[in-house]
């Protein structure tokens, strides 16, 4: 309860920031500070220390996993903040209105981490999408940026419409919100099997539906690379990592449970999507020549391997979703940074990156080559985790064969960055960069080095 309660106060409290200054480099530490004060008040929850005990009536309920979820959330965006807070501040006068924005989706993001019903689900997602509508197009002047918000306002209305249908739909055919309630009214075991009414198995397909344009999976994810795109990169980053990795925890959260109404018919349409993602994701970022819009096809990949957490089920799908939201959080937040000191977004932009910005350079490919699942590097861990918990599930080889091929596709277009960087010549122009903010990507690059070697850091503090 901690980390909800803490977040929207320290939404309230940024909005006051901005009333009281406007020194932009005061609201950012004032961001910097509010994000230790939750990181340490959802630390003291977990180890149960201190929390605020609320009668929730049984809406939502706080567990080990995902109040562990919240601290890897958290310590994401306060990540995001150090490394990119200077160039949220170039994004008009309201930094203090963008951070509190921030702050209200964290607070959707602990109601994801923790809900116990379906309407709560609905609340946290609401709660967590209204702010990135508006940070999406929080670039007023750029067209782009406000066609990008449109367009997201529009298809996330849509899907909240397919997500009500649905819940709507469990509610008739069980009478409950609960998440147990939908699984135990399920029709008598037939054969040992347990068995769902036509309603129960529409509400949990169309709930599927609204999840899948939540974390950009195919063939729901249309909106994804023109939002990505259009939106400033700066919160790029954030909605890429942070809110996709919130969006994994109650998507896995939803159908964990509910997976055996839905019968063998639930791998082969699980099966279906995740190959869709891969193949939409890898294939088309393979013709890309903006770097940003490349990486934009590329989280739909990475969608894709997250989604086998979904699919096994398992302790080895839930550790490899934690290493997955470590991994993928640390390699974009790192390389968008860098992305953001660069003038020129395409590939030609970052020709001669490594002899004008040798520091940039080699950060930007120990980042591209955790995203590749290169050996290492925290990303292969986290792939590896992945497969072997289909492997463990009893899943078809051919799946894990798929992603293994599709892995291999990716580390073209993440090479085709390193090749312009360290192998082809040019003057690529950037902005003034701070020997602070090399210092803090070195430590970046240095966590998802160690995290490569030793996963068992980043687990052994799950199992606390």
Not at 21 to 44: E, F, G, S
Request: glycine share 8%; net charge positive.
């Amino acid at each position: 309860m901690n980390a909800i309660i803490f977040s929207a106060i320290m939404g309230v409290v940024m909005m006051f920031t901005g009333i009281l200054t406007n020194k932009k480099p005061v609201i950012t530490l004032t961001a910097i500070v509010a994000l230790v004060i939750l990181l340490v008040a959802n630390l003291l929850n977990s180890y149960g220390i201190f929390s605020i005990q609320v009668d929730t009536k049984e809406l939502l309920h706080f567990n080990k996993m995902g109040m562990f979820f919240n601290t890897l959330i958290i310590a994401g965006t306060l990540l995001f903040v150090l490394l990119s807070g200077s160039e949220l501040e170039k994004l008009g006068n309201k930094t203090a209105d963008f951070y509190a924005l921030i702050f209200f989706v964290l607070c959707g993001t602990a109601i994801l981490t923790s809900f116990n019903g379906m309407l709560m689900l609905f609340l946290g997602i609401e709660i967590l999408s209204i702010p990135l509508y508006i940070l999406t197009g929080s670039d007023k002047k750029n067209l782009k940026s406000n066609e990008a918000s449109l367009k997201y306002f529009l298809m996330g209305s849509f899907t909240t419409g397919i997500m009500l249908m649905g819940i709507v739909l469990l509610y008739g055919a069980t009478g409950s919100f609960g998440l147990v309630g939908v699984t135990n009214s399920a029709l008598p075991p037939s054969a040992g099997v347990q068995s769902a009414s036509f309603l129960q198995v529409a509400g949990l397909l169309l709930l599927f539906a609204a999840m899948s344009f939540k974390v950009s999976a195919a063939p729901f994810h249309f909106w994804t690379p023109d939002v990505y795109d259009g939106a400033p990169s700066v919160f790029t980053s954030f909605m890429s990592t942070i809110v996709k990795a919130a969006g994994f925890f109650a998507f896995i959260k939803l159908f964990a449970s509910n997976t055996s109404l839905l019968g063998p018919t639930w791998s082969i349409i699980l099966s279906f999507v995740i190959v869709a993602t891969l193949f939409a994701g890898n294939i088309t970022a393979v013709f890309q020549r903006s770097i940003k819009r490349m990486l934009a096809y590329s989280s739909i990949a990475q969608a894709g391997f997250m989604l086998f957490a979904l699919y096994s089920n398992n302790d080895l799908g839930t550790e490899g979703i934690i290493l997955y939201t470590v991994a993928y959080c640390l390699a974009t937040i790192g390389f968008f940074a860098i992305l953001m000191k660069v003038k020129d977004y395409t590939f030609d932009g970052f020709n001669g990156l490594a002899s004008t910005q040798p520091v940039l350079a080699f950060v930007a490919t120990i980042c591209l080559l955790s995203l590749a699942g290169i050996p290492l590097t925290a990303g292969f861990f986290a792939k590896y985790f992945m497969l072997a918990s289909v492997v463990k599930a009893g899943g078809p080889i051919w799946l894990v064969i798929v992603a293994v091929l599709f892995a291999a596709i990716s580390a073209y277009y993440y090479f085709k960055v390193i090749q312009a960087m360290y192998f082809k010549e040019g003057q690529p122009e950037t902005a003034e960069i701070g020997q602070g903010f090399k210092i803090g990507l070195l430590l970046v690059a240095a966590a998802i080095v160690l995290v490569g070697v030793l996963p068992s850091i980043v687990l052994n503090c799950f199992y606390f």
